[in-house]
């Protein structure tokens, strides 16, 4: 299963991904940890520290591999099945976590992610996952990773969404567009909620059969933030781990819930 997580700047899609990988991982997934946001920061909201994050060789760099599994190093290409093994030396682990970054952010005038967003759409669609394997995708704030088409090969998307006009109309735009691109299932989730009115805006705009849930905000998690992330992973607030549950339950058969549940 490969999950992108994407919304508006700032409406906590981040510390959503970071808790749904550590989530997975305590139910004995094996879990992609992909950072494909430019801003780089769901290293740190796992846990790892950040001067290891940042010496961490993004995967956009791996383009003698990619030359010679593809025999070209053109804008658009595809890895073969031998991708796995390839980013070997792209990934962190922790634990059964194992963390990739696509990139990091640009100097002022610099040339656009036509390459990043390019590596990012073959490493989705070419990733070859086992039965307990899990990709999650902390995604670029936006709709820019839609427009080129990034998010072609993914099963789930979650879109993150604050109780704002503007950052609803994100979440509306970001799922009519992954619906164009084919992806068969999008959610919604409502993140800093802090009152029954914000509740109702959020309920008013998003069609109730695709929300998993309402996060409210949370002090802790926004302290962490402060601090530059959790040194032991996310915090997890109660509703949070409900909505968390409620994806998982999307993505695992009956048997496994009860292998889920059992390792939480």
């Keep these: 299963m490969k999950i992108a997580v994407s919304g508006k700047g700032g409406v906590g899609k981040t510390t959503l991904a970071a808790g749904l990988v550590?989530?997975?991982?305590?139910?004995?997934?094996?879990?992609?940890?992909?950072?494909?946001?430019?801003?780089?920061?769901?290293?740190?909201a796992l846990g790892l520290p950040e001067e290891v994050v940042s010496n961490l060789a993004p995967v956009v760099d791996m383009r003698e591999d990619v030359a010679r599994a593809t025999g070209g190093s053109g804008a658009f290409f595809s890895l073969n099945p031998?991708?796995?093994q390839l980013l070997s030396r792209f990934t962190l682990r922790l634990g059964s976590i194992l963390f990739l970054k696509m990139g990091s952010v640009k100097q002022g005038?610099?040339?656009?992610?036509?390459?990043?967003?390019s590596v990012l759409h073959?490493?989705?669609?070419?990733?070859?996952l086992e039965k307990q394997e899990v990709v999650v995708m902390d995604m670029s704030a936006g709709i820019e990773h839609l427009t080129r088409g990034t998010a072609r090969g993914v099963d789930l998307m979650l879109v993150v969404t604050e109780p704002s006009r503007a950052s609803l109309q994100t979440?509306?735009?970001?799922?009519?567009?992954?619906?164009?691109l084919g992806v068969s299932r999008v959610k919604f989730i409502g993140n800093k909620v802090r009152s029954e009115a914000e509740r109702d805006l959020i309920s008013a705009a998003l069609s109730p059969g695709?929300?998993?849930?309402n996060i409210p905000f949370a002090e802790a998690i926004w302290q962490g933030s402060m601090a530059g992330g959790q040194d032991n992973g996310?915090?997890?607030?109660?509703?949070?781990?409900?909505?968390?549950?409620?994806?998982?339950?999307?993505?695992?058969d009956t048997e496994e819930k009860v292998a889920c549940s059992a390792g939480k």
């Excluded at 073959?122 to 070859?128: D, E, G, I």
């Design 22 to 44: 550590h989530y997975l991982a305590g139910c004995g997934y094996t879990v992609y940890a992909v950072d494909a946001d430019a801003d780089a920061s769901l290293g740190l």
């Design 82 to 84: 031998d991708a796995n």
């Design 109 to 117: 005038g610099t040339s656009c992610y036509c390459r990043e967003n």
């Design 122 to 128: 073959a490493l989705v669609s070419s990733l070859l």
């Design 171 to 180: 979440a509306r735009l970001v799922a009519r567009l992954a619906t164009d």
């Design 210 to 213: 695709d929300m998993l849930g």
């Design 234 to 252: 996310p915090v997890l607030t109660p509703e949070m781990e409900e909505v968390v549950g409620r994806i998982v339950s999307l993505i695992v």
